[in-house]
């Protein structure tokens, strides 16, 4: 039997990670989730103590296709969570999935010494209970 409490979000995090830099138009962000296959991407930060922010799939049809805006006329900083939640690569996953679960997000950025070294998700939680 495998012990949550035993894995650690660096041993089922997906590495390396899709960014973007925050300028970018929402069109260049979903064509690199397109072709990179992740659903989020984490926005690049602007200087060390800047915060990390995330653009998703989600926010992309909510906040930009729904209200009928072309995807080239806005940039990620526009829509983005900022300051996104991220979790140290050494707590053990179900932290992070408590901290996933009280935020109601289903991906959280990865840092090691306050650099970004993973994407961890609730498949990458769940996967080890499942082969």
């Given at each position: ?39 989020g ?41 900022k ?49």
């Amino acid at each position: 039997m495998i012990e949550i409490e035993k894995i650690r979000v660096r041993d089922v995090m997906s590495s390396p990670v899709a960014t973007i830099d925050g300028n970018a138009t929402v069109k260049e962000a979903a064509k690199k989730m397109m072709e990179s296959g992740y659903r989020g991407l984490v926005v690049e930060r602007v200087s060390e103590d800047d915060a990390y922010g995330i653009i998703t799939v989600k926010d992309i049809v909510y906040k930009v296709i729904a209200k009928g805006i072309p995807l080239e006329k806005v940039k990620v900083l526009e829509v983005m969570t900022k300051p996104c939640i991220v979790v140290p690569d050494y707590y053990d996953i179900k932290y992070a999935a408590r901290l996933m679960a009280m935020a109601n997000v289903v991906r959280l950025p990865v840092v090691s010494n306050d650099k970004l070294v993973g994407m961890i998700t609730l498949r990458n939680i769940v996967k080890p209970f499942v082969k």
